[in-house]
């Protein structure tokens, strides 16, 4: 297997502006999933897409918004940043039923 | 809604000695999957051992162990013969198995676990 990898590994932007977080998943690997992990803190579920399409969503504002494509990539974007965005963006994949899910190593935000 | 409590921060450990790790959860659901995941420096989780709820027998996988208490919703990590590479975050997590958007996982705030040689 050859993992989940995300892109960018780190990244800065001013508070008000948008950003668009990446990830590839593994082949077959149809259920794609976003936490957000501030420091010091566990992840919290942002949403899911199973298919390219949204099947559910956490206690986040609709600023966070994803796309899932067929090519088992997948996107976050966060519009009109706020400080309180900074955190490691967490993107996990896995196939359906009950398998596990994989986890990349995360995206470093940085809201200044 | 499902909450994962891990009531210590931190933890350390002789190197070649045991430690455990507690986790206590809530839920109204008697169909779900517990995991213990470990986060080292390099960020990404890796996911140690997993228990699903209707089997009765503790998962085990080489030097991980849990002890899973379903009446009192315990759900606890112990580490054998732990090792420098051991050392970690690490985070309890629940996961419905009802489908759907209950397949997220809920997670714990984390246990930063040293291994002191």
């Known amino acids: 297997e050859t993992g989940v990898t995300q892109s960018p590994t780190h990244l800065i932007k001013t508070r008000g502006q948008q950003v668009t977080l990446r990830c590839s998943s593994q082949?077959?690997?149809?259920?794609v999933s976003w936490y957000q992990q501030a420091l010091g803190q566990g992840p919290q579920f942002i949403f899911q897409?199973?298919?390219?399409?949204?099947?559910g969503r956490g206690n986040f504002p609709p600023r966070f918004s994803g796309l899932q494509f067929p090519n088992y990539s997948s996107e976050l974007n966060v519009n009109a940043l706020e400080l309180d965005d900074s955190a490691l963006y967490l993107c996990?994949?896995?196939?359906?039923?009950?398998?596990?899910?994989?986890f990349g190593s995360g995206t470093r935000l940085t809201v200044v | 809604a499902q909450t994962v409590t891990q009531s210590q921060p931190e933890m350390s450990v002789q190197e070649a000695e045991t430690v455990t790790l507690s986790c206590t959860y809530d839920?109204?659901?008697?169909?779900?999957?517990l995991f213990w995941y470990k986060q080292p420096p390099s960020r990404q989780m890796i996911l140690v051992i997993r228990?699903?709820?209707?089997?009765?027998q503790n998962a085990t996988e080489n030097r991980f162990s849990v002890n899973f208490q379903k009446a009192a919703k315990s759900f606890s990590l112990k580490i054998s013969d732990s090792q420098l590479g051991d050392a970690a975050m690490y985070f309890c997590?629940?996961?419905?198995?009802?489908?759907?958007?209950?397949?997220?996982?809920?997670f714990g705030k984390g246990t930063l676990l040293t291994v002191n040689p």
């Open positions: 082949s077959g690997h149809n259920t």
């Open positions: 996990a994949s896995r196939r359906g039923g009950n398998y596990g899910y994989t």
């Open positions: 228990q699903e709820a209707y089997k009765q």
């Open positions: 997590a629940y996961r419905s198995n009802s489908g759907g958007s209950n397949y997220k996982l809920t």
């Open positions: 839920t109204s659901e008697s169909d779900y999957y």
């Open positions: 897409y199973y298919r390219e399409e949204e099947n």
